[in-house]
């Protein structure tokens, strides 16, 4: 495994404050390592944007950090926390180190001016230093690398397909050449076909720049295929992380199970879809335990009393995978 390039530690999220507050985000501990497409993945409301909002500091009110750090590696130079920089650093911080895309980018196109002011508003906003022509060349470069050629730089977004607008805004998210991307359901309004080639084509630019991806979907399909590794959230807390091939093949979290059982296998013979009886839980009504537990096939005493602790399954003694059940075999080493 490469080096860290960013470290989340022990960190909360709260809607609301005093006894209004719900926990949204629950003690994550997850590390992005540089050159890595690392996926989050879980149902609607188990907290991944929540989080994506959080580490980026972009989350609007109510939503408030409640606890943790948030660890930057730039390359060559000291680590530092996220959470303790100023707004003039937090600003540089968010284009030049760390890009996001979030759901529905492709409509956040200003529909009034062509792709090309846009981009170049970015390059000039950001890197004052470099000449016009070299602006222009700069856009123009990262457009080409997202499959979108240099002729249509002058196109309006309405005259963009959706598949288009979305990758502009994933050349615009690249075009500071940013250390790490965040994309939180970037693809989830195009269908599945146009998906998967953004993504494909994703992951072979990151293998060319050199960034980290954390992706966020609540399609694990997806993730199977293209990302390094995979963490499963649920009620706020990772529950599982492993590599994409090991999870596939040997998910070792109950609620993981479930979601791998909600879509077809991608190879092999054919399994049963069964997908996962009942619904997220109620943040304003956690259950206690193992907050799957009245959803578990496999719960017994202990899941609805003690929290189970995420770490490497004594079972499997791979540091590279970790889960939180208390399942024989899968509760972590001492
Ligand atoms: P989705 O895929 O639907 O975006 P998610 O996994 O990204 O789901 P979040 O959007 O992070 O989940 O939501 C996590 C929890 O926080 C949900 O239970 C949601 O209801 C709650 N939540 C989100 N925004 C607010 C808000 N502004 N006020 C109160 N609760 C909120
Ligand atoms: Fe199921 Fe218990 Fe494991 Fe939770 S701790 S996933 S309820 S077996």
Known sequence: MKA?????????????????????????????????VLGLAGESG????????????????????????????PPGDQPYDVMGLADAELRAFRWAETSI???????SLNPVHKVSTQMLDVIRAHEPQLTPPARVARAK????????SADRMDAYPHQLSGGMRQRVMIGMALVLEPQIVIMDEPTTALDVVMQRQILAQLVELRERLDFSVLFITHDLSLLVEFADRIAIMYGGRIVEEARSAELYKDSLHPYSEGLLRSFPALR?????????????????????????HPRCPHAFDRCS??????????????????????LPGRVPVA
Not at 306 to 326: H, K, M, Q, T
């Open 4 to 36: 860290p390039v960013l470290e989340i530690r022990d960190f909360n999220v709260d809607y609301g404050l005093g006894d209004q507050a719900v926990r949204a985000v629950r003690d994550v501990t997850l590390t992005l390592h540089r050159g890595e």
């Open 46 to 73: 188990s907290g991944k944007s929540t989080l994506a909002y959080g580490v980026t500091r972009l989350l609007p009110p109510p939503g408030v950090i409640s606890g943790g750090s948030v660890i930057y590696h």
């Open 101 to 107: 895309v979030f759901q529905g980018a492709m409509n």
């Open 141 to 148: 470069e990262m457009l080409k690398l997202v499959g979108i």
């Open 268 to 292: 092999g013979p054919r399994r049963e879809l069964s997908g996962i009886p009942g619904s997220p839980p109620d943040l304003r009504g956690m259950p206690s335990g193992c907050a799957f």
């Open 305 to 326: 009393t003690e929290i189970p602790v995420l770490g490497v399954p004594a079972a499997r003694n791979d540091p590279n995978r970790s889960v939180a059940c208390w």
